[in-house]
């Protein structure tokens, strides 16, 4: 039985995008007038197919609205008065695009293979909307020009969770495939070491597989690093290395706005985010223990096998966010609350910063030195406002939201068709 707990936890803003559920509503009003559940009764084909026919023109009519509000919030946006805009006025946590978002060629596209208009009891459900903006997205992007970076999570979007990149996963030659095409490749991950073998050991499959290609030429090979920690630890693909990846030093890559992260400062926020852990705790009496980093702490189950409530997990994020929000530290460098699915940790800085360190390192030599935000795209699992560490990203470059290592499989074969077409 739902109890009004569960209810009221589920409609916590920090469980929903608002943007999806705003197109969520919308879609909801056709769907109660056109979809027809008495249809289940009704045994001639024509009939059914007229309703599924009625109900594709209105979703792909309000979703072309849509479209329509998003161009003018661009517009808005090159003027710097984005929040003048209808859409922002509508939707007031709505971000930056960095493109267009052809939502009414991507729905129907996305209807050809999950049936939306066909469906008479489930409206358009928030995955549907989502899928939708993803092929949306990859089409906007393309429709401007070619990728030059695409930026990748790892557990949960290239692997499954506290896996490892096998050479059999399919996600492998889909990436090769965009190497080919000399889109340079970043993984942003938030496992934080500085020894190149234990991210041989989550990645070998793709590193050996970019060894062996036949494929790529020598100087694509090196289009492809390692990001760990967020925004911390830089690996580059080097052949001659045992582990295929060589460690950068700090000085040869950070960022001018990273000068200011100080030992001092970097040491007093993690002193704070291990007192507020240890309170969560002592308070939710969680049977973990606190490991420090050099860049990162968290807490994590003291018992093999033993998994914290999903409920725990969220009110330590949303804790230890609020307490460093608070701080002083906080308050001088970014940082990164998050449920890695059964931890929490908070890291120096953010995926934003990583995927910024991977745009001006392959953009060294672009205009501006730095690869552009609409030139980008990042691909992860965690994109909710609070305690996931995907959602930042977003305001460096295009996104595309998955939920699962196969959907990453099947955004990138859209990508490649996408590619192959052009």
Not at 4 to 27: C, F, M, N, P, S
Not at 313 to 340: D, R, Y
Request: charged fraction near 25%.
């Amino acid at each position: 039985m739902t109890t009004r707990y569960r209810v009221e936890y589920a409609l916590k803003t920090h469980r929903r995008d608002q943007l999806i559920e705003w197109i969520k509503g919308l879609l909801a009003v056709p769907f109660v007038l056109h979809s027809q559940p008495t249809g289940v009764f009704e045994t001639r084909t024509s009939t059914v197919a007229q309703q599924a026919e009625e109900a594709h023109r209105r979703y792909a009519e309000i979703l072309k609205d849509v479209e329509i509000m998003i161009d003018d919030h661009i517009e808005h946006q090159k003027s710097k008065q984005e929040a003048q805009s209808k859409l922002k006025l509508l939707v007031p946590s709505v971000g930056t695009f960095f493109t267009k978002l052809p939502l009414e060629q991507a729905f129907k596209e996305q209807d050809m293979r999950r049936f939306i208009s066909s469906r008479r009891f489930v409206p358009p459900s928030f995955n549907d909307i989502r899928l939708i903006l993803n092929t949306a997205q990859i089409m906007g992007l393309l429709a401007s020009g070619p990728l030059d970076l695409a930026t990748f999570d790892g557990d949960v979007t290239l692997y499954d969770d506290g896996q490892s990149l096998e050479p059999t996963n399919p996600v492998v030659s889909k990436i090769i495939y965009l190497m080919s095409k000399n889109t340079k490749i970043g993984i942003v991950t938030a496992a934080g070491y500085d020894e190149a073998e234990r991210y041989y050991g989550r990645l070998h499959g793709l590193l050996e597989a970019v060894k062996n290609s036949d494929v790529l030429s020598e100087g694509q090979r090196k289009n492809l690093v390692v990001m760990g920690g967020e925004s911390n630890f830089l690996f580059e693909y080097d052949p001659s290395s045992p582990w295929l990846l060589r460690y950068l030093s700090r000085r040869t890559w950070i960022l001018p706005e990273m000068l200011r992260w100080t030992e001092q400062a970097i040491k007093e926020l993690l002193d704070s985010a291990e007192w507020a852990l240890e309170e969560c705790k002592t308070n939710l009496k969680l049977p973990g223990k606190i490991i420090r980093k050099t860049r990162a702490v968290g807490i994590v189950p003291e018992v093999a096998g033993y998994r914290f409530p999903r409920e725990s997990l969220e009110e330590t994020v949303l804790v230890v966010q609020k307490k460093l929000e608070m701080s002083a530290a906080g308050k001088s460098i970014p940082f990164c609350a998050f449920n890695g699915g059964n931890d929490v940790f908070v890291d120096i800085g953010d995926k934003s910063w990583g995927v910024l360190v991977c745009q001006r390192y392959f953009g060294a030599n672009e205009e501006g030195g730095s690869i552009r935000g609409d030139r980008t795209l990042h691909v992860g699992d965690q994109f909710l406002s609070t305690g996931s560490n995907d959602f930042k990203a977003r305001v460096v470059g295009t996104t595309a939201w998955i939920a699962s290592p196969s959907e990453t499989v099947e955004l990138l074969g859209e990508l490649s068709t996408l590619i192959s077409s052009k």
